[in-house]
C-alpha cells in the first residue's frame, strides 16, 4: 500500500489541547469490524462492551519528565528530548532543538547548572550526550524536566500534565511519551471491568523514538520501526492461552507486544522470549494471531499508528469511522477521544 492511502484532512480545532475534565468522560467511539456498525458512547461505557471471560491488555509503561530546556555554554536556547532514559547508560540519544548548531564537542548546561551535558558524538544525524550526573539522570529529569507533549499540542507543559499524561497504572519508567489508549482508564473504571468478569494484565512497551519517525517512503512496506523494548510475563501467556473471551489490547502499544510475542494462538500457543526488543510494523494485509479487540486514540495521518488500526479492521472501514468521527467533532490525537473496534 502507498502512504497516500493513509491521509486524511482533519479540521485543526478538532486535535485537543487538554484533557477532558474526567478521565472516563471523554467520548467513546464503537466500531464493529464484521458488520461497520458505528455507536457513540461515553468512555466508561466500555464496561457494556466486556464480558467475563474477555481479557483486558493495558501497557503499564511510565512516561518520564524527558524533556529538559537549556542553553548552549556558548550561548543560546537548546530543548533536548532523551529518547533512552534508562539509568545508568553511558550515552543518551536526544532529540536536540536546535540540531543544527549542536556539534561535537559542544556542552549544553541545564537548569541552573545543576546538570550539564556534553554531545558526544553525532551518527547518522543523531545525537548522542553525556550527562555530568553520576548516572543518574532518572533523579535529575524528575527535578528538571518537563512532560515530553506532543509537537501537535500548541501549548505549554503545565503542572497537571504531569498527572494526565500519564496512565493511572503506570509504574515502569522508560516511555518518552504515554500509551495515549491508557489515559482514559481510572482506578474506579478498571475495578467495575474486575467486577464484570473480564480479566486485566499488564504488559511493558517502553515508548521510544519511533512514535516521533515519520513515515518517509511511499511504499510503506520499505519504512523501518525503531526497535522498543517490551516485557511479557508468564502470567499474561498463561491467560491468553487458556483465553475464555476476547483479547482485547489497549492501545497500538499493547498490540505490538502481543503480537511480536506470540506465532499463534490458541492449543497450540507458542510464546517467545519474555524480555527484549521490538520493531514489528503491523500495516494491512497482517494477519493478527493474538489480538481479537483493539481500544485506540484516533492517530494523526500517514502513522504507523493508523496502519496498525487500518490492519486490524481494513483500512476502509477505519476510514468510515474516522470520518464519522470528524462529523461529530470527536476530539483527535493524544488528548482526544477513543475508539473500540471489536
Known sequence: MKLSDFYYDLPKELIAQYPVKKRDESRLLVLYKNTGTIEHRIFKD???YL???DLLVLNNTKVLPARLIGRKETGGKVEALVLNPAQGAVEYEVLLKPARRCRAGSKIIFGDGELKA???RIENGRRFLQFDCNGNLGNMLNKLGQMPLPPYIK???VDSDAERYQTVYASKNGAVAAPTAGLHFTKKLLDDISTKGAGIEYVTLHVGYGTFKPVNSEDIKEHKMEKEYFEIGQDVIK???NKKGKVIAVGTTSARV???FYAYVGEGLKP???TGWT???IYPGYRFKAVDGLLTNFHLPKTTLLMLAAAFCGRELLFKAYEEAIKEKYRFYSYGDAMLII
Open 46 to 48: 466500555i464496561v457494556e
Open 51 to 53: 464480558n467475563p471471560g
Open 155 to 157: 501549548r505549554d507543559t
Open 239 to 241: 491467560r491468553i492461552k
Open 279 to 281: 520493531d514489528l510494523f
Open 272 to 274: 517467545s522470549p519474555t
Open 258 to 260: 502481543l503480537e511480536s
Open 118 to 120: 556534553e554531545v558526544a
